[in-house]
């Protein structure tokens, strides 16, 4: 019942120790680092994403709900929480919001944070989002490395989102059939995609504002089936 505070204090832990190793690092050191989590993400984004069975409800989700996100400003809301946050914190680094942002992108959007919570909130049973704290915390010991401090106050994020989806799972237990966890997985693999993109800095996209496509890939999946 309790995954989400483990996967909180993991981050923290992974992060701190980052920050330690970052210090010791030359900038050549933590771009290998970026640039190495940024390949692992493309893998794990593929995955996640070819396994939808409807290819339209997937274009239709992440291309609406990316409208839907321009709209809201996610993104732009998201980077405000992260100078604001830096503002608090006194921090000086160039990376602070980058780090917060897309740390807090890539601990929320996969699969296991879902389907992980919801069984811990339903069930009891942490084993998916144990296995996720684990992953987290080294994917938060390389970003903390990389980009710095901002990663570290992607726990909040995780502490808020995460602890919602155990805390509501009770209500959505009808919903989270297996064809719609599947589009939901194949939405987030591509924002991970996105997410290895700007982490290799091949562009800057903005996945924040494609956060909806996860709502509406699972929306209008159960609505279809």
């Not at 409800?57 to 809301?77: H, K, N, P, T």
């Not at 009770?170 to 993109?197: C, H, K, N, W």
């Amino acid at each position: 019942m309790y995954g989400f505070v483990v996967n909180t204090i993991t981050v923290l832990i992974g992060s701190g120790l980052g920050l330690l190793a970052g210090a010791r690092l030359d900038d050549k050191y933590k771009d290998i680092v970026l640039k190495s989590l940024g390949l692992v993400t493309i893998l794990i984004g593929i995955k996640m994403a070819i396994k939808t069975e409807e290819i339209l409800i997937l274009v239709g989700s992440l291309v609406f709900g990316g409208l839907i996100g321009q709209w809201l400003g996610i993104e732009e809301r998201l980077e405000n929480l992260g100078e604001y946050l830096k503002k608090r914190a006194g921090s000086s680094g160039k990376d602070f919001v980058l780090g917060f942002v897309t740390a807090s992108l890539l601990f929320c959007v996969g699969p296991m944070t879902i389907v992980g919570s919801f069984e811990d909130g339903l069930y009891g049973r942490g084993e998916l989002i144990y296995i996720k704290s684990l992953m987290d915390c080294f994917a938060a010991m390389a970003l903390s490395a990389a980009l710095g401090a901002g990663v570290i106050f992607s726990a909040m994020i995780i502490l808020v989102y995460q602890g919602a989806l155990t805390l509501l799972a009770r209500y959505f237990q009808d919903i989270l059939s297996e064809p719609v966890v599947t589009e939901m997985s194949a939405a987030g693999g591509v924002m991970m995609l996105g997410i290895a993109i700007n982490l290799l800095g091949l562009s800057k996209i903005k996945v924040g504002n494609l956060l909806p496509a996860l709502v509406l890939a699972a929306s209008i999946t159960w609505i279809v089936r």
